[in-house]
């Protein structure tokens, strides 16, 4: 029985673009990962009915993207900046408050930030202000030490992963009901899970850009795994008229 995993996409609206008032994306290999772990990929605009999509979906994968308002915590945004559409990050929030607690939710690089935000977390704005080094940025492979007694490191099944560095922010003030299982070399946060939801986990690499790494489709196959799990209590709950 295959889970149906949402998947957020990335938004630019154009209002004076009266051929198509702008665009909705999303990387092929998000999709692709999900697929080949045993899902069943959808995309979500942030114009959905989220009550609605969170009735439809057995998993969410949040990718990466742009940078998330730092007024979302309070702060004035880093001339480094890029932001990202904040109709994403509503309709994100809109999903995450509808979804049920059980729902498992992956999150990867601007999804591990929103997972943190959205619990009341922050973030540090621009790593090398910080680590004094550019190296999170431009697709540098690193080594992540995951913490030992972690769904993340059950997972995987080693004490480290492998993955490619995009970003050039990290979480700094931990979100409501997480904790940090992983950090770089320079102790950058580099993931969080949930302490209350059975299967919650954010990522600030990306493992959809290295899919040919055991460990890294491992993520994906106990994400799918978890979806399939939630499914099939979905269909023998009895539905109350």
């Known amino acids: 029985m295959k889970p149906v995993i949402g998947i957020s996409v990335d938004c630019k609206q154009a209002p004076e673009d009266i051929r198509s008032g702008g665009k909705l994306t999303l990387n092929w290999n998000y999709a692709r990962a999900v697929a080949e772990a045993g899902g069943v990929p959808i995309l979500i605009p942030p114009t959905a009915d989220m009550a609605v999509v969170a009735e439809l979906i057995d998993g969410w994968l949040i990718p990466g993207g742009d940078d998330i308002d730092a007024a979302r915590f309070g702060e004035p945004n880093h001339p480094k900046a890029e932001l990202q559409d904040p109709a994403r990050f509503d309709g994100e929030e809109r999903l995450f408050r509808a979804g049920d607690a059980d ?114 489709r491992r993520l994906f196959e106990e994400f799918i795994a978890a979806a399939r799990t939630y499914k099939e209590k979905k269909l023998a709950t009895p539905v109350l008229s």
């Open 103 to 216: 729902l498992p939710v992956f999150g990867i690089c601007y999804g591990c930030q929103f997972l943190n935000v959205v619990q009341g977390g922050t973030l540090i704005q621009h790593l090398p202000d910080v680590v004094g080094h550019e190296s999170h940025s431009g697709g540098t492979m690193q080594t992540y030490t995951l913490d030992g007694d972690s769904k993340l490191e059950a997972m995987v099944g080693d004490a480290s992963i492998d993955g490619k560095s995009y970003h050039h922010q990290a979480v700094k003030d931990l979100g409501a009901g997480l904790r940090i299982v992983a950090r770089g070399e320079d102790g950058t946060v580099e993931a969080l899970e949930s302490t209350e939801r059975p299967w919650l986990v954010g990522v600030q690499w990306h493992p959809e850009r290295t899919l040919g790494d055991t460990k890294t």
